[in-house]
């Protein structure tokens, strides 16, 4: 029976051995099937191509898990369409799905409801996964993609025909100004089977949709609507044939308001139509300007849009002839910032007129592998080379959670142990051909084209335990890939293959670790500004166009470095993309010839050009003697059509005079209306020098002298020997020349604001690029009148670039006319104190005060902050020294306001002493402390009202715990932090927030002092006008509110006259005037006449601020007069120290019921607010006992509220309260004790709050 079974049993074995065999075989055929009918792992980067599910159109099979990702340069988009889509059902494509990843949200598809539709991704990539399961195969999909154009140059846009639904539109963020002059340019075309003659092609209204601009067309012919009256343009247009076809044509129309014409640009032709009803139509601004109509009473037109641009000024048919697509309009443009377009509307095609020049991008193969081995050499030239791809100046897309991997070039780091040889050459012959033969015959074509060997010593202990002599090598090596057909290569299999075939190297060497890692693109970035590169591959060419080109090519290589096998950037060619400056030179000089009529928008694109050349390019004579006479030309328009560009052309001059290089010791350019001087300064012998321009004999050119006589000039500037003097070292090393522009025409000089007129030419000086002020002596200007003055009152100006929103205009300071000046010439002598005022003066007009007053503000100024400083001194030392003085809160914060004003009223006052050391770091020091100082008091003035606040008016269930440590965190940290922000957005370089400059001048620019102080405009009336106006809003309110309670209480409860009260009101006004710090609002009154008054009240009252204070909260009170009696006086001057008590008795009738008016410190208002404790308490009831109900009301009945706080118990009842309790129990002799012992300090400091 054993027998039997055995045989049984071993019967089963083999049959159950040939079924996992025929398991696995099964397994392993089916697998091959499926990976021999189809790759699904690949990377498409062809413009357009097709993809399948595997083995499509059969049966795709079990167990798959494909992954295709489809790439384009940046500007592009990728649209996937599936022409057949067949994957297994299920709820939520549990089993079988394709899975697509457009950049923003993953979905999932299976079943057939994909077929036929088409899915865009919102960047440059997208992903299609693939996933079967063990069971059930469908017939798969056949998916086609390409690639879209982003770039709106590329579309055209649709006309939306239904506006409630896909509404074409400009963004939000672009707003459009109120227009009475524009200049409308569009492309449109008209389906051929609408036969419709009633659309509108835009449609521009306000926030009611009330049309204000519009396009379109009706019976009556074609019309431009402005402001509900609409200008037929059929006259003005092409006659034969209707004008939107099936193509598109450019249409530009042009409209001016102030003539009533309305011109229309077609088809190379410009006419204009008159409309009387037009004049002075304005377009209002800030409203939405929409593609077709905005209503559905009247229909879009059926057809599509392009290139609308819009601006804001009249172009010429000259101009509008030569506009080309770079003209970009300053209002609305073609570009994807400016619109808001819904995807359904747009359209890409090839043949647009202002489409970028798309060329497609296959799978990008290196273009050079030099120096990387005659293998990869051959490879890359056996391959067909790719044209370049241009890309477009779009943002990139890409998405950031894939890795970033190159591709075709792999690193290897490989760990080999020699147990035979030493020889780093040996290893290297022999790690080379066993990696050679590890990649022969290999499914990919692959090749080593670099081995590199760093030899490494095993650690002794390793070696120990092995007990074997060996020596370990790192070997780089690099690996290429040719990846034909998309196949993806991953780098885990390189690593398996190489560990595979670890035991076929040689006898004697062992594989201890491999790495293998991509070769790394080279990142997107941009270099230079306004050129874009996408993340490339290495030894890939990179094409873009020129900025500002539509034609020229501009390129950069990623690099492979075979160091250590890495890519980096190479310099970008931009070779293609400059012009030769001279030549363009020569253009523009013809542009501006004799006779050529300029506008203003010619002279600005000149402007443009010369800025460019100066700005770029190395100057010459010859070049610089061009551009100075294409200035020149320009000089002969008139001061309208210069007045827009004016700024730029005089920088431009300037920066030429700056630039230009000559030889020998000067050099001059002289033109019609123009002349330049250029001499060189050796800084060590300067001793003067001068320059001339005269008219040259029998030409219309000037002549400019250097250091000669001046007789004939009409115009001359004489510098004086001391001119470099006060120049720091880092200036005075760098000067190396002096600059002198003369204008015979003053066209770019035009300011409005200026009542007189210009009655001389215009000369220009400079030293360098540096500023020279405050000079020992005068640098003395000569100038012709341009006719003879019969009375002359000349006024000599300099022309300040930074007036009039950095327009320039005329500014008289610093200059003096000489007496020797007459009619037919003026010499002009151009070359501080600081007062309080100063810190706010919000208008700026602190340094265009007369000398006497400067000097007047100046002295009120530091003799007042000294005064401060000692009496601020006074008040922190009374209550720092008498520690009962300074046990209520009320006291605490006087004494914080104190310590701020005593520093800020000394570094103020050290402030212009540290000026004059001319140290940079320093200067900026003081003046970040003097800011904070300054804050700090402001801050600090607000406490003193929200404690007023919580005091006088919020006595109900009012606590605060650690109340004086959140007020220091407040009062100290609030302006720390607003000086901290303000020096971290400087970018480390805080000199252009704070700085020494010069206050005090007078009128004439004479005098005044340095001064460490903020720079910066925007800083100042921020930080300091805008961070005080918010406090003294708040000290306002609090005053009010203040002092309707004290008046209101003090009516209630005495028995003074009107006399005696409105004095007591009127010192508690004052007291809480400088304790608020009211006095600082004097800054936002001193405007226009009121100026002089007004800086007189601020310097005083607020100079003096610290005095005031100590006087009337310290030096007033009874409490600090007791305190001072009894420690510092002596004889009968002195108080004993039972003496506050002793007397209590004899003196309840005689004294005040409310001091509240006198006590007006910030210690008494305090006390007086509170509420009453549990001491207080107890010492009020021996007073009394004469009603039969005290008892009651002060012991029987438990106290209203209980608060514990280091280990005080305080019993608080609203004061208020108490009293009107206790009158009726007390004659009116106990209620005035009652308010005596509420104000006194003895119980102040049990206060809670």
């Known amino acids: 029976m054993s027998h039997i079974n055995e045989m049984w049993c071993c019967h089963w074995k083999w049959k159950l051995q040939h079924c996992l065999y025929l398991f696995i075989l099964y397994i392993i055929c089916m697998q091959q099937a499926a ?126 025909q239904d506006p409630d639904a896909d509404a074409v539109s400009v963004a939000e963020t672009v707003l459009v100004p109120e227009l009475s002059q524009f200049t409308l340019c569009f492309e449109a075309t008209k389906s051929s089977s609408d036969d419709n003659d009633d659309w509108k092609i835009f449609s521009y209204t306000d926030a009611s949709s009330k049309e204000f601009f519009g396009f379109g067309k009706t019976a009556k012919g074609h019309f431009l609507s402005i402001s509900d009256t609409q200008c037929i343009l059929d006259n003005a247009l092409p006659q034969n044939a209707e004008f939107f076809t099936g193509t598109f044509e450019q249409l530009c129309v042009v409209g001016d308001s102030f003539s009533g014409t309305i011109g229309v640009y077609a088809k190379s032709i410009y006419h204009n139509t008159y409309c009387p009803d037009m004049f002075g139509k304005v377009i209002p601004g800030n409203g939405r300007l929409v593609l077709g109509s905005n209503s559905n009473e009247v229909s879009s037109l059926n057809g599509d849009i392009y290139n609308f641009r819009l601006w804001n000024f009249t172009m010429n048919a000259q101009t509008l002839a030569n506009l080309s697509c770079d003209v970009k309009g300053n209002i609305v443009d073609w570009e994807n910032e400016f619109w808001s377009i819904p995807t359904s509307a747009l359209k890409a095609e090839n043949n647009l007129s202002c489409g970028s020049y798309l060329i497609p991008s296959s799978a990008i193969e290196p273009t050079s592998c030099a120096n990387l081995g005659s293998l990869c050499q051959a490879t890359v030239n056996a391959t067909t080379p790719t044209p370049p791809t241009v890309t477009t100046n779009m943002p990139d897309t890409n998405r950031t959670d894939k890795p970033n991997n190159g591709g075709l070039f792999y690193r290897i780091s490989i760990t080999v142990f020699s147990y035979n040889s030493n020889s780093e050459s040996k290893v290297h012959d022999v790690v080379a051909e066993w990696l050679n033969h590890t990649f022969q015959n290999w499914n990919y074509t692959v090749y080593v084209v670099n081995i590199s060997i760093q ?3 095993i650690k002794e202990a390793v070696r120990e335990k092995r007990n074997i002599d060996s020596k370990r090598f790192e070997v780089l090596a690099l690996l290429v890939y040719n990846a034909t057909n998309n196949i993806n290569l991953e780098e885990q299999d390189i690593r398996q293959k190489l560990i595979n075939n670890n035991e076929s190297i040689a006898e004697g060497y062992r594989l201890h670790t491999v790495e293998v890692d991509p070769v790394e693109k ?97 100057i010459d004579e010859s070049l610089g003697s061009t551009v100075v006479t294409i200035f020149s030309n320009i000089l002969n328009s008139s001061d309208s059509v210069l007045a827009a560009s004016s700024s730029e052309a005089l920088k431009t001059i300037d920066a030429l005079a700056l630039k230009i290089q000559f030889t020998g010791p000067s050099m001059s350019i002289s033109t019609r209306n123009l002349a330049l001087g250029v001499s060189s300064v050796n800084s060590t012998s300067f001793k003067g020098s001068s320059f001339s321009v005269s008219p040259q004999n029998n030409a219309s050119d000037f002549q400019i002298d250097f250091d000669k006589d001046q007789t004939n000039a009409i115009a001359s500037v004489i510098l004086p020997p001391s001119l470099l003097k006060n120049l720091s070292q880092d200036d005075f090393e760098v000067i190396s020349r002096a600059q ?36 020992q002596e005068y640098v003395k200007i000569t100038i012709k009148h341009t006719k003879i003055q019969e009375d002359p009152k000349p006024t000599c100006v300099f022309w300040d670039m930074a007036k009039n929103g950095g327009n320039g205009g005329w500014n008289p300071t610093g200059c003096k006319v000489q007496a020797d000046s007459n009619e037919n010439e003026t010499v002009c002598l151009c070359n501080h104190l600081t007062h309080f005022g100063v810190l706010m003066d919000l208008q700026g007009t602190a340094t265009e005060i007369d000398a006497q007053n400067t000097k007047i503000l100046t002295f009120i100024t530091y003799i007042g902050c000294g005064i401060s400083a000692i009496f601020s001194a006074a008040t922190l030392l009374t209550y720092i020294a008498f520690e009962k003085l300074r046990r209520d809160y009320p006291s605490k914060i006087l004494m914080n306001l104190s310590t701020a004003l005593l520093f800020l009223n000394l570094t103020f006052l050290l402030d212009g002493w540290i000026a004059s050391f001319d140290i940079d770091g320093l200067c900026i020091a003081i003046a970040a402390l003097l800011h904070y100082f300054l804050l700090a008091t402001f801050t600090w003035m607000g406490l003193e009202a929200v404690h007023m606040y919580i005091a006088l008016v919020k006595v109900f269930n009012t606590y605060i715990r650690r109340y004086i440590l959140k007020f220091c965190i407040i009062g100290w940290g609030l302006p720390a932090l607003v000086i901290a922000i303000v020096l971290a957005s400087t970018n480390k370089n805080a000199s252009r927030v704070y700085g020494k400059e010069l206050y005090g001048r007078d009128a004439t620019g004479q005098g005044g002092d340095d001064f460490c102080w903020i720079k910066n405009k925007v800083v100042f009336y921020v930080t300091c006008a805008g961070y005080f106006g918010i406090m003294f809003l708040l000290n306002v309110a609090m005053f009010v509110v203040v002092m309707v309670q004290i008046c209101g209480r003090n009516g209630k409860r005495t028995n003074r006259t009107l006399k005696e009260e409105i004095l007591r009101n009127l010192r508690s006004v004052v007291s809480l005037t400088f304790l608020l710090g009211m006095t600082w609002g004097f800054a936002f009154f001193a405007w226009g006449p009121l100026t002089l008054p007004f800086l007189y009240l601020f310097s005083i009252f607020n100079s003096l601020q610290g005095l005031f204070i100590f006087v009337f909260h310290c030096a007033m009170k009874e409490n600090v007069q007791k305190q001072w009696r009894r420690h510092l006086c002596c004889g009968r001057f002195r108080l004993a120290d039972n003496s506050d ?9 005689k004294k005040s019921s409310d001091n509240l008016g006198k006590s007006l410190s910030s210690s008494s208002i305090g006390s007086n607010s509170t509420y009453l404790t549990s001491k207080s308490k107890s010492t009020t009831n021996t007073y009394c006992k004469r009603s039969s109900h005290t008892e009651n009301i002060f012991v029987d009945k438990p106290p209203s509220k209980f608060a514990q706080e280091d280990g005080e118990q305080t019993s608080i009842i609203p004061v208020h309260q108490v009293i009107d309790k206790v009158k009726g129990y007390c004659n009116s002799h106990s209620d005035n004790f009652y308010k005596n012992i509420i104000m006194s300090d003895t119980f102040s400091h049990s206060t809670k709050f």
């Open 455 to 457: 030899p490494g010593t």
């Open 740 to 775: 002198f522009t003369f204008f015979n025409k003053n066209g770019l000089f035009q300011d409005a604001e200026t009542p007189g007129n210009l009655t001389s030419f215009v000369v220009a000086c400079s030293i360098g690029n540096i500023t020279i002020r405050d000079l």
């Open 1141 to 1149: 008590w002793s007397k209590t008795a004899t003196n309840i009738i």
């Open 522 to 618: 080279c990142l997107a970035e941009e270099n230079p500004p306004n050129y874009f590169w996408p993340d490339t591959r290495p030894t890939v060419t990179n094409f873009t166009f020129c900025h500002g080109s539509s034609v020229q090519i501009a390129s950069r290589t990623c690099y492979l470095g075979l160091q250590n096998y890495t890519s980096y950037w190479g310099q970008p060619d931009l070779r293609n993309c400059t012009e030769n400056a001279a030549d363009i030179a020569n253009q523009l000089l013809n542009l501006t010839g004799e006779g050529q009529q300029l506008t203003s928008d010619k002279v600005n694109d000149v402007v443009q050009k010369l800025k460019k050349i100066v700005n770029d390019e190395e």
């Open 35 to 160: 990976h021999g009918c189809y790759n699904c792992r690949t990377v498409l980067t062809d413009p357009s191509g097709v993809f399948t599910s595997p083995c499509y159109p059969s049966d795709y099979p079990n167990s798959q898990a494909c992954k295709w990702i489809i790439r384009a340069p940046h500007g592009f988009i990728i649209q996937l369409t599936f022409s057949d889509f067949d994957i297994e059902e299920a709820p939520g494509c549990i089993y079988d799905s394709l899975t697509l990843d457009n950049g923003e949200s993953p979905m999932n598809l299976c079943g057939i409801t994909a077929k036929g539709l088409s899915y865009n991704s919102t960047g440059n990539e997208m992903i299609v996964s693939f996933k079967s399961d063990f069971s059930i195969q469908k017939k798969g999909f056949n998916a086609s993609y390409v690639r879209i154009a982003v770039s709106l140059r590329n579309q055209k846009v649709i006309i939306p």
